[in-house]
């Protein structure tokens, strides 16, 4: 096949139409963003096999195979487990904008979970983040809350 | 018990970021043509067909019916097997499992990308949750980014240990005619290159690339004549463990690597893999899997990497020459890139990677790592048996 290239003679076609999809957050998760707007904290949900509490709730354990019943409330604090500060720009499929950098991206592991919840801490200088800190959930005035992953704003480090 | 099976043929496309002459289907073609040439078939003896890309990517549904125009799989049994970065090994060993289960002969491995015609990053961030992910999650950088803080941290590796991956892997990409990257760097340049999620840097990263890459297995009875070098797949291996970011273990490392090379060295009677293996070609999409994986697969202890590094145990001229094709951080048309990993592995096998060739190849190794963290293992052989 031919490789060579002619670039004034080479179109192409562009899509940048809206196309909207509809996900379930299912009967768990419905919960966890109601609680949030409740009661301003989280809930975890407990395998009755391994133990595990996982945050946010979900309804099956991968590695135990089996369904999960017993929520368990948690706090609106947790520990920084692993974060990068991200710099280089980029299309968000959330947004079909360009997401605002920099930005911290935080696996946080919420108090009394044993899995990690992933989300943003308001802190871009990477010598004042540390794997480690302690850190606080800022949630949106509950009468703003749309029952989604934005009604967190975002987490502070409070040490 | 399953056939023999061994690699009788490879093409890969010229790898280039931006390839507007050719459509998908054109370089599946100019792939699917150059491994059929490699092993003087021509498409009517192929049995079968695996192929696979990344899902999103283009915006292609149906590759595999989309593609048969490029891949000669008109009228033909085909698959497509896709996941993620792992993408083409699993249809290496997918097509490995057609031979080997005694249904097919001769089969097909498709793997290929057009980086080009979308947002690569945006095209990853849809393989996260859409509900809990994808609102914080950046692609693979920064998810990798924090593997690399979690590695330094405690085996005190620093980023110019890193650096050193990527000016080895650039530095062999010289000598491969189809790499997309094929000029040298420093590691000064990697450390003055821009941060992009500390301390990934620029340079410390594969590139986007439009390329395509297409791999000929063959049964025991047949590979002979079609090959004078066959090469043997002696085992594969394939660990998919997550699917929430949050469940991995960052004191446990990647686990997937550890338990599948495990299993593969097991299958091959590799107790020594540094000293067993002749050539690896792995899936290091960034300087510093370089480090943490090669550990992972028992090249060298936890904490030793750095060092096995820079003493240039890993070079062409080494103990376990590491990606003489230049690797991922030189070429990277994702569904095709772990595919290339078992394709160059075979070329080396075969004796034919020109300059590139490490001398007297018995046992090559190959990866692929993708999903979330994800791991696939083969190792090929010059050995039958």
Avoid at chain 2, 81 to 90: D, E, L, M, Q, R
Avoid at chain 2, 258 to 274: D, H, L, M, V
Wanted: glycine share 8%; net charge neutral; with cysteine.
């Amino acid at each position: 096949m031919n490789t060579g290239r002619d670039y004034s003679k080479l179109l192409t076609v562009t899509f940048n139409k809206p196309m909207p999809y509809e996900w379930s957050i299912g009967k768990w998760g419905s919960r966890f963003f109601q609680e949030i707007k409740e009661r301003q904290r989280f809930i975890g949900i407990r395998c009755p096999k391994c133990g595990k509490v996982y945050t946010p709730p979900r309804r099956l354990c991968g590695p135990c195979f089996v369904e999960l019943h017993e929520l368990a409330p948690l706090s609106d604090t947790g520990v920084i487990r692993a974060f990068s500060t991200v710099n280089y720009p980029f299309l968000d499929p959330n947004t079909g904008r360009q997401r605002p950098i920099p930005y911290t991206y935080g696996y946080i592991q919420i108090d009394g979970s044993d899995s990690i919840f992933s989300h943003v801490i308001d802190e871009v200088d990477v010598s004042k983040i540390e794997v480690g800190m302690k850190v606080q959930a800022v949630f949106k005035k509950p009468e703003d809350m749309e029952g989604n992953i934005n009604d967190i704003v975002h987490f502070t480090i409070i040490g | 018990m399953p056939r023999r099976v061994a690699i009788v043929g490879a093409g890969q496309t010229d790898h280039r970021s931006h390839r507007p002459d050719a459509t998908g289907r054109e370089l599946i073609h100019e792939a699917v043509t150059r491994a059929l040439a490699d092993c003087e078939l021509t498409i009517k003896e192929i049995d079968a067909i695996v192929i696979g890309n990344m899902d999103h990517f283009e915006s292609i549904n149906y590759v595999d019916a989309w593609s048969v125009e490029g891949s000669g799989g008109v009228m033909k049994p085909i698959m497509k097997v896709t996941t993620g970065g792992t993408t083409g090994t699993s249809v290496a060993v997918a097509a490995y499992y057609h031979v080997a289960s005694g249904m097919f002969d001769r089969v097909l491995a498709i793997g290929w990308e057009k980086n080009s015609e979308s947002d690569t990053t945006a095209a990853i961030i849809t393989c996260s949750d859409p509900i809990w992910d994808r609102f914080s999650y950046s692609g693979a950088i920064p998810s990798l980014a924090t593997e690399a803080t979690g590695y330094m941290k405690w085996s005190g590796a620093t980023q110019e240990d890193a650096a050193r991956v990527a000016v080895r892997d650039r530095a062999h990409a010289v000598n491969n005619p189809y790499a997309h990257l094929r000029k040298p760097i420093t590691v000064e340049e990697v450390m003055a290159s821009p941060m992009l999620a500390y301390p990934i840097k620029l340079l410390d990263v594969c590139p986007r690339t439009d390329g395509a890459c297409a791999v000929v297995f063959a049964s025991e009875g047949l590979a002979e004549k079609m090959a004078s070098k066959p090469a043997w797949v002696k085992a594969c291996a394939v660990r998919h463990s997550l699917t929430w970011f949050g469940d991995f273990d960052f004191n446990a490392g990647l686990m997937s690597l550890q338990r599948a090379s495990k299993e593969a060295y097991a299958k091959a009677g590799i107790t020594s893999p540094a000293d067993q293996l002749d050539v690896a070609e792995l899936y290091l999409p960034y300087s510093y899997a370089g480090l943490k994986w090669i550990e992972d697969l028992g090249f060298c202890g936890p904490g030793q990497a750095p060092k096995f590094v820079a003493d240039g145990q890993t070079d062409m001229d080494g103990r376990i020459p590491v990606n003489p094709s230049g690797g991922v951080i030189s070429t990277n048309c994702i569904g095709a890139t772990a595919l290339l990993r078992v394709a160059e592995a075979a070329i080396q096998i075969m004796g034919k990677g020109g300059a590139r060739q490490v001398p007297d190849v018995k046992n090559a190794l190959a990866t692929g790592f993708g999903g979330c963290y994800w791991s696939d293992v083969v190792i090929l052989s010059s050995q039958k048996s």
